[in-house]
């Protein structure tokens, strides 16, 4: 499976918005953009997904570069409740867990 | 979207046992996987609980040490055999109906071996 690249950490500071970048060079034509979050002492929580274009939900947004090469999750409004670890995963049916993005949300 | 029950939420057990974990779903689904989640890390897959055929394991897993059960769409159970501390773990089950759709995670079982 494809592999993704995600920084370690960031930081948000309240009602601001959040790009989460995602690098997934290797990715093939069949292969889905999932995001999820895990909040702590919980399993993860379905966020977005997308194949080629972009997406909007209640929760986010997912931009995905034109090569597909790339995606940014966009969290309009960050709040405290989004503090939490990302996962940009790339899937044809199994679900293969990187080591994510360690999102702070500053008061 | 899929509620998931995991049954227990969390034992402490001997080295040497064996403990089942149980994974219950309020609706029918394809496909269920297993994920351990070791202190500090993050996912990794287990297994891919097949009904009506054996499950599939990822590299480093073996059905020796996870025997998988997956009796029918809204069930299944992971047992983790002749434990030892290093097993001791999260293991979350997951449901989903492909790649195109979204996954659903249970709780998790928080296992500890000593």
């Known amino acids: 499976d494809a592999k993704t690249t995600q920084p370690n950490s960031m930081e948000s500071n309240e009602e601001e918005p959040v790009h989460l970048p995602c690098n997934h060079s290797t990715i093939s034509g069949t292969d889905y953009i999932h995001w999820y979050r895990q909040l702590p002492s919980q399993g993860p929580e379905y966020v977005i997904h997308?194949?080629?274009s972009n997406v909007n939900n209640r929760m986010a947004s997912l931009a995905i570069a034109e090569d597909r090469k790339s995606s940014t999750l966009i969290l309009h409004r960050a709040t405290l409740r989004d503090a939490a670890v990302y996962y940009c995963?790339?899937?044809?049916?199994?679900?293969?867990f990187g080591t994510g993005t360690s999102l702070t949300v500053i008061p | 979207s899929a509620v998931i029950s995991q049954k227990p939420s969390r034992d402490i057990c001997q080295r040497g046992t064996s403990l089942t974990i149980q994974c219950q779903v309020d609706?029918?689904?394809?496909?269920m996987f297993w994920y351990r989640q070791q202190p500090g890390q993050s996912l990794t897959l287990i297994a891919t609980?097949?009904?009506?055929?054996?499950?599939?394991?990822e590299s480093g897993f073996v059905i020796d040490k996870f025997p998988i059960s997956r009796p029918n769409l809204t069930f299944s159970t992971l047992t983790v055999s002749n434990m030892s501390p290093e097993d001791s773990s999260i293991y979350l089950c997951?449901?989903?109906?492909?790649?195109?759709?979204?996954?659903?995670f249970g709780p998790g079982t928080r296992l500890t071996v000593t």
């Open positions: 609706s029918q689904v394809t496909m």
């Open positions: 995963i790339l899937t044809r049916n199994q679900f293969y």
């Open positions: 997951s449901v989903g109906q492909g790649a195109g759709y979204e996954q659903y």
């Open positions: 609980a097949n009904q009506g055929s054996e499950a599939t394991y």
């Open positions: 997308g194949l080629t």
